[in-house]
């Protein structure tokens, strides 16, 4: 059996960190998901799915992911359901994510220029431009200011590659 999902989309509100009794963090947000087809009126539709992260991962979403961003999840679907005041079960669908990547950098304006990603252990990098590196027992800084400059830009020269680096 298998329960997997990866989805890219953008959030819809910023992500709502709380804490649990037991102080373990929690964080939900709203993905909106393109559709790959357009309706009669040749609009494009969406989905809006609830996305949960646990632990580290909720924190690091909370400080670092903001409305209208892009994003990446990869997780699992979970129904859940409960009695609502009224009496009536109340289903919830939702995705647990265990990875989230941030497909844009807080100074990219919409952009989408450069992936950086966090999934409870990888690279991201802070609003003060300080890299930062994800472990189990939190964040670790190194380095001082980023290199910003795209390392596939064409600045014009011609790019020297032989046959035999080829793939193909």
Do not use: H
């Amino acid at each position: 059996m298998l329960n997997r999902v990866i989805l890219i989309g953008r959030l819809t509100r910023d992500p709502e960190l709380r804490y649990t009794p037991s102080g373990v963090a929690v964080t939900t947000f709203t993905l909106a998901v393109d559709r790959p087809f357009t309706n009669q009126q040749r609009e494009r539709e969406a989905d809006f799915l609830n996305i949960v992260t646990w632990r580290q991962l909720a924190e690091t979403c909370a400080n670092y992911l903001r409305k209208g961003r892009l994003a990446a999840v990869e997780g699992r679907i979970q129904i859940r359901n409960y009695d609502n005041n009224e009496g009536r079960r109340v289903y919830v669908t939702e995705i647990i994510a265990d990875n989230v990547r941030f497909l844009e950098s807080a100074n990219s304006g919409g952009g989408g220029q450069r992936e950086e990603g966090m999934s409870g252990g990888g690279y991201g990098q802070s609003p003060q431009g300080q890299g930062y590196a994800s472990t189990s027992q939190g964040q670790q800084r190194y380095g001082g200011q980023r290199d910003n400059q795209d390392p596939f830009q064409d600045d014009g020269k011609p790019i020297d590659i032989s046959d035999d680096d080829l793939p193909f």
